[in-house]
Every structure is written in structure tokens, then in C-alpha cells.
DNA sequence: CGCAGTCAAGGAGAG
DNA sequence: CTCTCCTTGACTGCG
């Protein structure tokens, strides 16, 4: 909020990033401060290796006490400011907070008051976050699955996705929640059907945030623009499963496709196969010229922000940054 | 990085 | 219906 350019529409084509470089997009955004100023982020997913703290930290259900929940999810929240710290420094302004942050948050069990409690370091961090124009998303796990066939598991999953808009409200920062659509079950007309029943049920200040993203296994980026016709959420492509399970669209297609799901910057999960491995396996580091290929093909669409999905985190957004960096795509900073 | 087994939670497929 | 496997990453107990 400091400054006096952000959320100022940019009508050229030129585009500063945040990697000292600019970068030619045939642009179309639109007003929003939150995400003006760097149009291409790169981001890492839930806690840094390196760094010798982690914003993931669990335990075991059958050790859950009210203290140990506040505990552990502070020193979560400590760790998540002192690694956006580090992100900052490194040009890293794009994270996935992990699901882990408030251990058991949506666990019948658990009856602490962590609303509450961390309320003011839950505020702390949302300042940081919006003061450096952080981009953030979070990804419930596998067992979100609001177009189960099982009511239980539907209601568990809203009850997750709560607890997901709770931690981002109570940061008070935007924030996108991307989830899958979930069980095939009884054909994939059945399943999209069942999703928009099961959206329908969450309350406004959860909807708004949701995103849904292609899986590798049962639906395309087709099927989840069918969502987004008939919902309006945005959608998220993940390159490495529409490698995997897609109606055959090249890259810079099924890119822009999904980018006009997109009122501001995209988001898009990005990874490359793990050599040797089957096929939709993430590769355990970033594999440079694949990455580099990457970009190259969505940059001709447009901007977006992009979440790595490789498993050694920190290290793989460092090179990221220095491959943006090397690209002779644009000028040097002015 | 020691390693193997275990862990709140679902789903798909086989039998 | 039950059972196994899929899949991810972290925890935990053991050597």
C-alpha cells in the first residue's frame, strides 16, 4: 500500500517484473491492487527446506491437546513470516501456505479456540503479505472432496474449506483455494453435476475464493472449464497433468484457455516429469529448459503467476528466478 | 538427511 | 460388501 504505482493499470505492453527484467505480454488487466505490480510471480508450495524451520509442522491425532494445536500452528505462523521474509529477498512473491498451519483445524476433536488465539498473528502476517503484494493460495489435500457420493464426506469438506477461508480471512489478505472436482463416480457428467451441487452449499465468503484445477487422472481442463461456464470459478492449468490426461490441446492453448477463466494475473501450477519415473510423476528438481520452454509458451498468451510444484521447494523457485532472469525476453530494469 | 512403518480424512478397481 | 492399492509428505519408533 506504500506505493503510489500499485494497482495502477499499465497500458503498454512493456510489464516490469520482479526478476530485474520486463517482459512483452499482450496484456488485458484489469484494475486490482492486490496484483498489480509484479505480473510474474514465482512460487513454492507450504515450508522451505533450507532454512531450518518449517511452516508444516504436525503431529499425531491421538497426541491432540487444545495447547498443543495453538502451539504447534504458532510456531507454523512464525515460521510461514520468516519464510515470506526470505521469499521477499529472493524475489519469490508467490506461496502456497500449507493445510498444515492449524494442525486438525476442521477435526471434530479438536476444540481449541485458535481464531481466537492467533488472531493477532494471523493479522501479522496478512500485513505482510499485502504490504510486499504477496500472491497466496493454499490446496486442501485429497480428502476434500465436495462432490463425493457420501454425504459425511461432503459436509467434512466444507468444513475444511472453512477452516482454508477462516485462515485467510483472519489474515485478511486475498488468497485462492484450489481444489479438484473430485470423484468420478457414475461417469464424469455425474461428477460435474455433483460439484456444482456440492459448490452451491458453501456460503459466499468461501465460494470466492475457490479455484479448481485439472487432475491427472479423470478430469481435463475441458471438464473444469464446463465449471467455470456454469460457476464462474477460475481454473487453474496444471501443465504436467494435462501432459498426462487432456483432449490434446498444446500448451499455449490450453494456457490461454484457462486464462480467460482469469479476472487478474493467473495463477498456474507448473512441474516437468521426474526422469525415469512414470508418467506424471513431479520431478524432484527444476528441470531448467523445460522451464524455460515453459514460459516461452504461456508468455506468448500472457502474464501469470506460477506455482512450482517440485519437490525441493526453495531450490527449485531460486533457479526459476535465475532462468527468468537469463531469458532474453526483456530489458534489464531501468 | 537413517530408515521403515504409520498416519484423520477418499477413491477406484477387483473380487 | 471387503480388500488392496494409489498417492503425498510428515511423524515416530526402532536400530
Request: glycine content about 6%; hydrophobic content about 35%.
Amino acid at each position: 500500500m506504500s506505493d503510489e504505482l500499485s494497482g495502477i493499470e499499465l497500458t503498454s505492453t512493456q510489464r516490469r517484473v520482479s526478476h530485474g527484467i520486463s517482459v512483452t505480454f499482450p496484456l488485458k488487466l484489469k484494475f486490482n491492487p492486490s496484483i498489480a505490480r509484479d505480473p510474474v510471480k514465482i512460487g513454492y508450495v507450504s515450508t522451505n527446506y533450507s532454512m531450518g524451520y518449517k511452516a508444516d509442522a504436525t503431529f499425531r491425532l491421538k497426541n491432540l491437546t487444545e495447547e498443543k494445536v495453538i502451539e504447534t500452528a504458532s510456531s507454523n505462523l512464525n515460521c510461514l513470516k520468516r519464510i515470506l521474509k526470505w521469499n521477499v529477498s529472493n524475489d519469490i512473491l508467490f506461496f502456497r501456505i500449507s493445510s498444515n498451519t492449524v494442525p486438525f483445524a476442521s477435526h471434530p476433536m479438536n476444540t481449541a479456540n485458535w481464531k481466537e488465539e492467533l488472531r493477532g498473528l494471523l493479522k501479522e502476517v496478512g500485513s505482510f503479505i499485502r504490504d510486499h503484494y504477496l500472491r497466496i493460495s493454499m490446496h486442501p489435500g485429497q480428502f476434500t472432496v465436495i462432490n463425493s457420493e457420501k454425504r459425511e464426506v461432503v459436509e467434512a469438506s466444507v468444513r475444511e474449506l472453512e477452516y482454508h477461508a477462516d485462515l485467510l480471512d483472519l489474515m485478511g489478505v486475498e488468497g485462492v483455494i484450489q481444489i479438484h472436482v473430485g470423484s468420478g463416480s457414475g461417469g464424469k457428467e455425474r461428477g460435474l453435476a455433483r460439484f456444482v451441487r456440492g459448490f452451491s452449499l458453501l456460503p459466499e465468503r468461501i465460494a470466492r475464493r475457490i479455484a479448481v484445477e485439472n487432475d491427472d487422472r479423470i478430469y481435463t481442463l475441458r471438464d473444469c472449464l464446463v465449471l467455470n461456464r456454469e460457476l464462474g470459478i477460475p481454473v487453474i492449468l496444471d501443465n504436467l497433468h494435462h501432459q498426462v490426461n487432456s483432449s490434446g490441446e498444446g500448451l499455449s492453448e490450453a494456457f490461454s484457455l484457462a486464462r480467460e477463466t482469469w479476472r487478474g494475473t493467473p495463477m498456474t501450477d507448473y512441474s516437468s516429469q521426474e526422469p525415469g519415473e512414470e508418467a506424471g510423476v513431479h520431478a524432484s528438481t527444476l528441470d531448467e529448459d523445460d522451464f524455460r520452454r515453459y514460459v516461452q509458451e504461456i508468455s506468448r498468451v500472457g502474464d501469470a503467476d506460477i506455482m512450482l510444484e517440485i519437490r525441493d521447494k526453495e531450490r527449485s523457485a531460486l533457479k526459476a528466478v535465475q532462468v527468468l532472469r537469463s531469458m532474453k525476453v526483456g530489458k534489464s530494469r531501468t
